[in-house]
Structure formats: structure tokens, C-alpha cells
């Protein structure tokens, strides 16, 4: 048994003064009375005292072979091998930053398909990957390049099918138009209705959740309309689509760190103008959109669309400050990244720090429900019981 020992706990229940037991991968016993944290019985003490424990981060949106260079259809170019040494990087920079799951909205191939089994099995250090595989899209349509294309109910069906043979978790689509693909209209609506609707009711009879990349109003309210899970991005969200995503439970997931890459770094680092131009309107929209869905009480996961524009995935944790900026609290942020992300990807042990979850953990030197910044610099990051900071 290993003991974590003087610090406080830090989760969706709340910060109090606890010590926490981890054995065989999963938290044990916490708190500061129970016999089985007694020092005298631990194998390994650390002494983590004026430091808070949390759960490690999960970040419900991610693309594992990105690197955050500024024009992203340089990838076309890169083979599946460099594809697959550069995720293994952003799976191990992940980590040690504190994220210990992460949800891969779309890859070439079979790649993060490969990369959560290469995790859970080992062979690489990473956050638990949750795969979607490739993105099913339009012909032409947004992110075609490393999507499916699909036109149709029955071509999407067949797409849909597809990825679930080869394993995804999660099925997403693009439901509009978006930035970082060159002729694309930002929030256009892309698949049609019908075709949303068969994405869903294929994915639903395997019990597979569903995600769909909207920007604009109508797209994100064709997707919500459809049933799908959670929406990504959501830049043009009205009060009324808010209104109707609360209502049926639908999951946000802002990705504030996407849009702050293209817009702070400009033409001059490189990005194409055409990208710019569409990220600096999406911008001018979005804290709209997020007063929006806040007043609505619509459901936020969080995650940061890494790999995109200078959004890295060692700055995954800047994503809870960005979403404080929007008027989150760091409570509401913690929540988001925790246990609201946690049942948006279906994970039952992950997200709080209790007894019987797996111990993956994070030690911070400020408590993160009172300092959203805190997330930033790790001490310690514990994953299924093992240190790897």
C-alpha cells in the first residue's frame, strides 16, 4: 500500500484535509481516522503536505498525431509511421501534464484505435485513450482529409459500422463547416439531418455515444435534434439551441484553447490567412455562446481540441483558466474536466478521489476549487497507482 499522506483532497465533493491509500491500481481508503491509513501499515509514505490531491485531468477532446503546428493540412504529408512516433509523444507530454484519459475525436486509420490499445497494454505511457477513429464527413466536408466520407444515410451507416468493427469508443462527426479546413464555411451545416440521424441510431444500437464538430446555430441543432451526445465547439450557440441542449441533456465541450491559438498567433506564425479570418469571427461569437449554455445550465465536459494551432498538449491545463476567463468558476471547471467528463466518455471509476476509483491522480500546490491556474504545475501525477512524475 502506498500512502499519500498530509496533503488535503480536492474534487467535485468539495477540499478537505485527507490522506489517501492507493493498492493495486485503486484508491483504498481516505480520509484521516481509518486504521488503513496509518502510516505503520503503508509500504511507501510521501509526505504530500500542503499540497492538494486531485483527480488527474480528462480532456473529452484531442487529436493524437497533431503537434500544434500552424497549417494543419501539412499532416496530409506526414506517413503513418511519423503519425504514430508523434502521438506517442503528445500521449506521454499528456500525461506527465496531468491528464490521465483522454477522448481522440478523430485520427488517420486505425491510429488511436492503436494507441489505447498500445496504452492499456503498455507498450506507451499515456492518459486512457477513448477512440472515436476516423471522423465521418461529408464529401469535401470538414476535416475530409482525415475523415470518412460519407453521403447518405446508408454510406453513413456503412461509415459508422465501420468504426465500430475497427474498435472506436465514440463515434464523431462533423455537423458543420469549420476553421482549419481551407474552402469549408466555419458554421455551415454539413451532414444533413437524415444523415445525423442514422450516425446516431447506429452508433446508439452498439451502445456507443455520439460527437458531433458544430459551430453554427442550425448544425448544432440539427446534431442536438438527432441525439447526439455531446457537442464540440458550439461557437454560434443561441439561447434557444442552449435552452434545448439542457433540456435533453446534451454535453458541451467548448475547446476555448483551439480558438485562442489561431487568433493570438496570427498570419505571422505561419497559419493561413483564410483560417485566421474564420477564427477572429468565431471568437467575436463565443463568449456569447458561452453565456448562453452557462445560463441555460447546459451540461460542460471539457476539452481542449489539442493539437490544433499552438494548442499543445502540455497546455492541456491552461483549458480550466480559459474556461474561468468565459465565467466559469474553478469549481464549475474542475467538474468539468473530472466527473462531467467522466460520464460524458462513460467511465464509471475515473474523476473523483474515492475509495475504489482508480488511482489516477494529480498533486497540486494551491487547491484547484479555489485557483482554476493550479492545474498548471503538477508536483506528482499517479496513474492507475503508478508515478510517472
Not at 87 to 113: F, H, M, P, Y
Request: hydrophobic share 40%.
Amino acid at each position: 500500500m502506498h500512502l499519500l499522506y498530509g496533503g488535503h483532497v480536492a474534487d467535485a465533493s468539495g477540499t478537505r484535509r485527507a490522506d489517501v491509500a492507493i493498492e493495486d491500481g485503486r484508491i483504498s481508503a481516505i480520509g484521516t481516522k481509518d486504521p488503513a491509513l496509518d502510516e505503520e501499515n503503508a509500504e511507501t509514505v510521501t509526505d504530500v503536505s500542503g499540497g492538494y490531491i486531485a483527480p488527474g485531468l480528462i480532456d473529452s477532446h484531442v487529436h493524437l498525431p497533431m503537434d500544434g503546428r500552424p497549417d494543419v493540412e501539412e499532416y496530409l504529408d506526414d506517413t503513418a509511421y511519423m503519425a504514430s512516433y508523434r502521438t506517442a509523444e503528445n500521449l506521454q507530454t499528456a500525461l506527465s501534464a496531468g491528464v490521465t484519459t483522454a477522448r481522440d475525436l478523430g485520427s488517420r486509420d486505425t491510429l488511436a484505435i492503436d494507441a489505447a490499445a498500445a496504452v492499456a497494454e503498455g507498450t506507451v505511457d499515456g492518459p486512457t485513450v477513448v477512440p472515436a477513429g476516423e471522423n465521418v464527413v461529408m464529401t469535401g466536408g470538414h476535416g475530409y482529409w482525415f475523415g470518412r466520407e460519407a453521403d447518405g444515410p446508408a454510406e453513413v451507416r456503412k461509415a459508422v459500422r465501420e468504426q465500430l468493427k475497427a474498435g472506436a469508443e465514440v463515434i464523431k462527426c462533423m455537423a458543420t463547416g469549420g476553421v482549419l479546413t481551407s474552402g469549408a464555411r466555419t458554421g455551415a451545416p454539413e451532414l444533413t439531418p437524415d444523415e445525423l440521424e442514422a450516425l446516431v441510431e447506429t452508433a446508439s444500437a452498439k451502445g456507443v455515444p455520439t460527437a458531433a464538430h458544430a459551430h453554427g446555430d442550425r448544425g448544432i441543432e440539427n446534431a442536438v435534434q438527432a441525439g447526439i451526445t455531446s457537442i464540440e465547439h458550439g461557437t454560434f450557440m443561441s439561447r434557444g439551441t442552449a435552452e434545448l441542449m439542457a433540456d435533453r441533456g446534451t454535453y458541451w465541450v467548448p475547446t476555448a484553447s483551439a480558438l485562442r491559438g489561431i487568433v493570438e498567433h496570427g498570419v505571422e506564425s505561419g497559419i493561413p490567412g483564410e483560417a485566421v479570418e474564420k477564427a477572429e469571427k468565431a471568437a467575436e461569437a463565443f463568449g456569447t455562446a458561452f453565456e448562453n449554455a452557462l445560463s441555460a445550465g447546459v451540461r460542460v465536459a471539457m476539452g481542449t481540441d489539442a493539437g490544433t494551432p499552438f494548442n499543445f498538449f502540455g497546455d492541456i491545463p491552461r483549458e480550466l483558466s480559459y474556461m474561468v476567463e468565459y465565467g466559469m468558476s474553478p469549481e464549475t471547471t474542475l467538474e468539468a474536466a473530472t466527473v462531467n467528463a467522466a460520464e460524458l466518455l462513460g467511465l464509471e471509476d475515473v474523476g473523483r478521489v474515492e475509495s475504489g476509483y482508480r488511482a489516477n491522480l494529480v498533486v497540486l500546490e494551491a487547491d484547484p476549487n479555489a485557483d482554476a491556474t493550479a492545474w498548471q504545475s503538477p508536483t506528482e501525477v499517479y496513474k492507475s497507482g503508478s508515478k510517472v512524475r
